[in-house]
């Protein structure tokens, strides 16, 4: 009997709640189309990418540009590049914007992803103290400042977060043939920032991102010590997750945001963003 | 699994410490009648809920080495961490245990006084009495210092090997996408939390009939 | 029989702005059971935890057999001369024997003679089976018994009771009664009772004094009281009439 009863108010209860989000949905595509108003509200375009990207405020330039032009509102999610892979994969976001071109490639292959494209590159410095203690500055070779760091045990704080940052630090301890380890060798699993703030701190030597570095420097006791190297040099690609895999995504909007950026027009706009003066990134879409 | 035992260690000791002050401290006030400690009682309330990456902030521009105690070399070290726990955990104890004693403060003041105790021995007789909600205190401030990450890997700087605990580690393998990882991270956070309250709890000896 | 143990003097108790309490004059002589009735709210309890030194008087004096201490100087000794029970027995939270021991282990006994006399105030008070249970877990009736014999081993010349019964039954209600009673003729010691119930005044007390909104109305042996009020506010709370 008061079994029977509880299910009858747990029906209710589900009735109820099925009203409103049917009320909902319908207020909501109410609300798409004011009649006073010729354009429809934009659409919301949920964009992954890496911190670095986001903290270096070409964002900021871009997607007003972008959605200046179209209507869609994106917005930003930024996290390590292996989160925002992840995100992408598990259908979480619309289009990812990383810089870890291999994995990239890997996970199209995979199926993962489509219509993926070089957007545009910026570069990396090996930022240390002024003072310099193991004697690398001014030098081209990051594989060679590397192994000098890893001979005189200097600090080094790694990102050890998986992120593009730290994929590329990795690759070139491996050109260097050394397997970093040590106490002088501190992987903090961090971000950019703090990677930095700490390697200041312990005047030691980290990898950056041109950008972070930047927009950092003046609360920072770092110089760039080494740059300029192919091998610094950082790849950014945008792709969509697979719409068969992922229906619910928005893949139309997806591609807007693909196509505006390898346009003239998007590669023109990174090209003119500058941070304290010096250009962050340069184009290269094909 | 030294994230464990770092966590473990450094969660323990600065709960140990923050008890070590804040429960006399709480008794005090606790005693004290409650008009005359309204000022300082709500500067505790507000304390306990630091937000602990302002305590971790605050500790990293005091232990900076261009801060006021950057000669110490703490920055970056488990010892940082002791500190910024220990203050996010010393509100916590402090005022749980005012309101301990200050809820078995009247009744058994006045029975423990008519017995003819002093006022120091009544003091003895409420903490005695309180010691559950007492002992509860510290399990609350262990159970924030051990789920919190925010002033840990500040100060702390999360480096593998050294300074990483288990909360921190959950962050980076979730900032990495490795979810299965920091959910297995998180599961066993909560089976030593269990386990530790399991201990404590016995620890209080809850009478049994 | 004419020795003063306890007297109050012009005392007054504010709480705020508001008189509580205003005694002009109250005397508790030796080896008596004190009776002080009146309705609630009319500072019996206060009084009594004022004589017990656990609050200050606002202003006025207390002497206790013939000496000051409303001066706050000695507080302890003279305290540890006297004990109360309360209307509702707040028991330590461990074993029965411990509660009783409380009241010695504070006065510096410990060992055997603690042991000896804790056991025989339980006996007294019939509770030997007790000893071991944990306080919180005894009944109302038997909370109360512990607490009586609490106050009891620690050899009061002076026992306040605040209202001990109003929260019993009438079987452990005449329990207690009958324990104050015969404990108090044995040992000899004064007894200051708030009540509240007129019937257990008559049973208990020799002497009763009427409070009213703070206030002395009157007082007299009991049966004379009982019997022949004067004032008209203690003749309706004699007869009942008043509600509290």
Request: proline share 4%.
């Given at each position: 009997?008061?079994?029977?009863?509880?299910?009858?108010?747990?029906?209710?209860?589900?009735?109820?709640?099925?009203?409103?989000?049917?009320?909902?949905?319908?207020?909501?595509?109410?609300?798409?189309?004011?009649?006073?108003?010729?354009?429809?509200?934009?659409?919301?375009?949920?964009?992954?990418?890496?911190?670095?990207?986001?903290?270096?405020?070409?964002?900021?330039?871009?997607?007003?540009?972008?959605?200046?032009?179209?209507?869609?509102?994106?917005?930003?999610?930024?996290?390590?590049?292996?989160a925002?892979?992840?995100?992408?994969?598990?259908?979480?976001?619309?289009?990812?914007?990383?810089?870890?071109?291999?994995?990239?490639?890997?996970?199209?292959?995979?199926?993962?992803?489509?219509?993926?494209?070089?957007?545009?590159?910026?570069?990396?410095?090996?930022?240390?103290?002024?003072?310099?203690?193991v004697?690398?500055?001014?030098?081209?070779?990051?594989?060679?400042?590397?192994?000098?760091?890893?001979?005189?045990?200097?600090?080094?704080?790694?990102?050890?977060?998986?992120?593009?940052?730290?994929s590329?630090?990795?690759?070139?301890?491996?050109?260097?043939?050394?397997?970093?380890?040590?106490?002088?060798?501190q992987?903090?699993?961090?971000?950019?920032?703090?990677?930095?703030?700490?390697?200041?701190?312990?005047?030691?030597?980290?990898?950056?991102?041109r950008?972070?570095?930047?927009?950092?420097?003046?609360?920072?006791?770092?110089?760039?010590?080494?740059?300029?190297?192919?091998?610094?040099?950082?790849?950014?690609?945008?792709?969509?997750?697979?719409?068969?895999?992922?229906?619910?995504?928005?893949?139309?909007?997806?591609t807007?945001?693909?196509?505006?950026?390898?346009?003239?027009?998007?590669?023109?706009?990174?090209?003119?963003?500058?941070?304290n003066?010096?250009?962050?990134?340069?184009?290269n879409?094909? | 699994?030294?994230?464990?035992?770092?966590?473990?260690?450094?969660?323990?000791?600065?709960?140990?410490?923050?008890?070590?002050?804040?429960?006399?401290?709480?008794?005090?006030?606790?005693?004290?009648?409650?008009?005359?400690?309204?000022?300082?009682?709500?500067?505790?309330?507000?304390?306990?809920?630091?937000?602990?990456?302002?305590?971790?902030?605050?500790?990293?521009?005091?232990?900076?080495?261009?801060?006021?105690?950057?000669?110490?070399?703490?920055?970056?070290?488990?010892?940082?961490?002791?500190?910024?726990?220990?203050v996010?955990?010393?509100?916590?104890?402090?005022?749980?245990?005012?309101?301990?004693?200050?809820?078995?403060?009247?009744?058994?003041?006045?029975?423990?006084?008519?017995?003819?105790?002093?006022?120091?021995?009544?003091?003895?007789?409420?903490?005695?009495?309180?010691?559950?909600?007492?002992?509860?205190?510290?399990?609350?401030?262990?159970?924030?210092?051990?789920?919190?990450?925010?002033?840990?890997?500040?100060?702390?700087?999360?480096?593998?090997?050294?300074?990483?605990?288990?909360?921190?580690?959950i962050?980076?393998?979730?900032?990495r996408?490795?979810?299965?990882?920091?959910?297995?991270?998180g599961?066993?956070?909560?089976?030593?939390?269990?386990?530790?309250?399991?201990?404590?709890?016995?620890?209080?000896g809850?009478?049994?009939? | 029989?004419?020795?003063?143990?306890?007297?109050?003097?012009?005392?007054?108790?504010?709480?705020g702005?508001?008189?509580?309490?205003?005694?002009?004059?109250?005397?508790?002589?030796?080896?008596?059971?004190?009776?002080?009735?009146?309705?609630?709210?009319?500072?019996?309890?206060?009084?009594?935890?004022?004589l017990?030194?656990?609050?200050?008087?606002?202003?006025?004096?207390?002497?206790?057999?013939?000496?000051?201490?409303?001066?706050?100087?000695?507080?302890?000794?003279?305290?540890?001369?006297?004990?109360?029970?309360?209307?509702?027995?707040?028991?330590f939270?461990?074993?029965?024997?411990?509660?009783?021991?409380?009241?010695?282990?504070?006065?510096?006994?410990?060992?055997?003679?603690?042991?000896?006399?804790?056991?025989?105030?339980?006996?007294?008070?019939?509770?030997?089976?007790?000893?071991?249970?944990?306080?919180?877990?005894?009944?109302?009736?038997?909370?109360?018994?512990?607490?009586?014999?609490?106050?009891?081993?620690?050899?009061?010349?002076?026992?306040?009771?605040?209202?001990?019964?109003?929260?019993?039954?009438?079987?452990?209600?005449?329990?207690?009664?009958?324990?104050?009673?015969?404990?108090?003729?044995?040992?000899?010691?004064?007894?200051?009772?708030?009540?509240?119930?007129?019937?257990?005044?008559r049973?208990?007390?020799?002497?009763?004094?009427?409070?009213?909104?703070?206030?002395?109305?009157?007082?007299?042996?009991?049966?004379?009281?009982?019997?022949?009020?004067?004032?008209?506010r203690?003749?309706?709370?004699?007869?009942?009439?008043?509600?509290?």
């Amino acid at each position: 009997m008061k079994l029977k009863a509880q299910f009858i108010v747990f029906l209710a209860v589900l009735l109820v709640l099925a009203v409103f989000a049917a009320a909902c949905g319908q207020s909501n595509t109410g609300t798409g189309t004011p009649p006073e108003e010729q354009k429809p509200a934009p659409t919301e375009l949920k964009l992954a990418t890496t911190t670095s990207t986001h903290d270096s405020g070409l964002l900021d330039v871009f997607l007003p540009a972008f959605e200046a032009k179209f209507n869609y509102k994106v917005s930003v999610i930024s996290m390590g590049t292996g989160a925002a892979l992840e995100a992408g994969k598990r259908g979480d976001a619309d289009v990812v914007l990383v810089h870890a071109k291999a994995t990239e490639l890997q996970m199209v292959q995979e199926g993962f992803f489509v219509d993926r494209h070089d957007v545009m590159y910026n570069d990396f410095v090996i930022v240390g103290p002024a003072d310099d203690p193991v004697g690398i500055k001014g030098g081209k070779d990051a594989a060679a400042a590397f192994a000098l760091i890893a001979e005189k045990q200097a600090i080094f704080v790694s990102r050890g977060d998986d992120s593009g940052t730290h994929s590329k630090e990795k690759s070139i301890w491996k050109k260097a043939e050394i397997e970093p380890k040590g106490n002088w060798y501190q992987s903090v699993g961090q971000g950019m920032g703090d990677v930095l703030r700490m390697t200041s701190e312990q005047k030691g030597y980290t990898l950056t991102d041109r950008g972070t570095f930047i927009a950092l420097r003046d609360s920072l006791n770092l110089e760039a010590i080494v740059e300029g190297d192919q091998a610094l040099f950082n790849q950014y690609g945008i792709m969509a997750p697979n719409p068969d895999q992922h229906p619910n995504i928005d893949f139309e909007g997806a591609t807007a945001l693909i196509e505006y950026f390898i346009s003239d027009e998007g590669q023109e706009v990174i090209a003119g963003f500058q941070l304290n003066g010096e250009q962050l990134f340069y184009p290269n879409a094909q | 699994m030294h994230i464990i035992w770092m966590s473990l260690f450094v969660s323990g000791i600065s709960v140990f410490l923050a008890s070590a002050l804040g429960i006399p401290l709480g008794t005090w006030l606790g005693l004290l009648p409650a008009h005359r400690v309204r000022w300082a009682a709500q500067i505790i309330y507000t304390l306990m809920g630091l937000p602990p990456v302002l305590a971790g902030l605050l500790i990293y521009l005091l232990l900076s080495s261009s801060g006021p105690f950057g000669v110490l070399k703490l920055l970056y070290t488990p010892w940082a961490m002791v500190v910024a726990q220990t203050v996010l955990a010393f509100p916590i104890v402090t005022g749980l245990t005012m309101i301990a004693v200050r809820s078995k403060d009247k009744e058994i003041r006045d029975t423990a006084v008519s017995l003819g105790a002093s006022a120091w021995q009544s003091a003895l007789t409420i903490v005695r009495e309180a010691r559950l909600a007492i002992v509860g205190a510290v399990v609350t401030g262990l159970g924030r210092l051990m789920a919190e990450v925010g002033a840990v890997m500040m100060v702390g700087g999360n480096i593998e090997g050294k300074t990483r605990v288990m909360t921190s580690a959950i962050v980076l393998e979730t900032r990495r996408g490795n979810f299965e990882m920091a959910i297995g991270l998180g599961i066993v956070l909560l089976v030593l939390a269990f386990i530790i309250n399991s201990c404590l709890y016995r620890l209080q000896g809850v009478p049994r009939n | 029989m004419n020795e003063a143990i306890l007297e109050l003097d012009s005392l007054v108790k504010r709480f705020g702005s508001r008189d509580v309490l205003q005694v002009e004059r109250l005397v508790f002589q030796k080896g008596r059971i004190h009776g002080i009735i009146g309705p609630s709210g009319s500072g019996k309890s206060t009084l009594l935890r004022i004589l017990n030194l656990i609050e200050k008087p606002s202003a006025g004096r207390v002497f206790f057999h013939g000496q000051d201490i409303s001066l706050n100087n000695g507080r302890l000794a003279v305290q540890r001369r006297m004990a109360m029970v309360f209307q509702k027995p707040v028991m330590f939270n461990t074993t029965v024997f411990e509660n009783v021991a409380y009241g010695l282990k504070v006065r510096g006994l410990r060992g055997p003679a603690l042991r000896d006399r804790v056991r025989a105030e339980l006996k007294t008070l019939g509770l030997e089976q007790l000893e071991n249970q944990a306080a919180r877990t005894l009944s109302g009736g038997e909370a109360q018994r512990v607490a009586l014999a609490r106050v009891l081993v620690t050899d009061p010349e002076v026992l306040f009771l605040d209202e001990p019964t109003s929260n019993l039954d009438p079987h452990n209600a005449a329990l207690i009664e009958a324990m104050v009673r015969s404990v108090s003729r044995e040992r000899g010691f004064s007894v200051v009772l708030v009540t509240h119930n007129i019937f257990q005044a008559r049973r208990l007390t020799d002497w009763l004094s009427f409070l009213y909104e703070g206030k002395l109305i009157e007082e007299g042996p009991t049966p004379e009281i009982l019997a022949n009020p004067r004032d008209e506010r203690t003749a309706a709370f004699v007869r009942g009439d008043t509600v509290y």
